[in-house]
């Protein structure tokens, strides 16, 4: 089982991008779905999660810009990020806690670097 993330890039302030993450291996389901952000010299945080139920929480920071999905169907989770700003400009991780069917398990995806210019 791998935990996928891919969609960081360059953008300018004030614009968009959506971060994936996709499942692949023997995955049921995604029970929980987070993302999470670094710096350098930071500790990790969380930025957004999204639980089986469909229950959200985010951080302050990002309240009203940035939206948390699954696709079940897909395996596959996203954030999506509008309004961009170079406070946000760090690694992003997803984080997945993955049914296989017999066992959940915590994984995490490798990050992707979001960069804002301003």
């Known amino acids: 089982v791998q935990l996928q993330a891919s969609g960081g890039g360059l953008v300018q302030a004030g614009g968009s991008l959506r971060l994936s993450c996709a499942a692949s291996?023997?995955?049921?389901?995604?029970?929980?779905m987070g993302w999470y952000r670094q710096v350098p010299g930071k500790q990790r945080e969380l930025v957004a999660g999204?639980?089986?139920?469909?229950?959200?929480n985010y951080a302050d920071s990002v309240k009203g810009r940035f939206t948390i999905s699954r696709d079940n169907a897909k395996k596959t989770g996203y954030l999506q990020m509008n309004s961009l700003k170079p406070e946000d400009t760090a690694v992003y991780y997803c984080?997945?806690?993955?049914?296989?069917?017999?066992?959940?398990?915590?994984?995490w995806g490798q990050g992707t670097l979001v960069t804002v210019s301003s």
């Open positions: 999204l639980s089986s139920s469909g229950s959200t």
């Open positions: 984080n997945a806690n993955l049914w296989d069917g017999t066992l959940s398990r915590h994984y």
């Open positions: 291996g023997s995955i049921v389901s995604i029970n929980y």
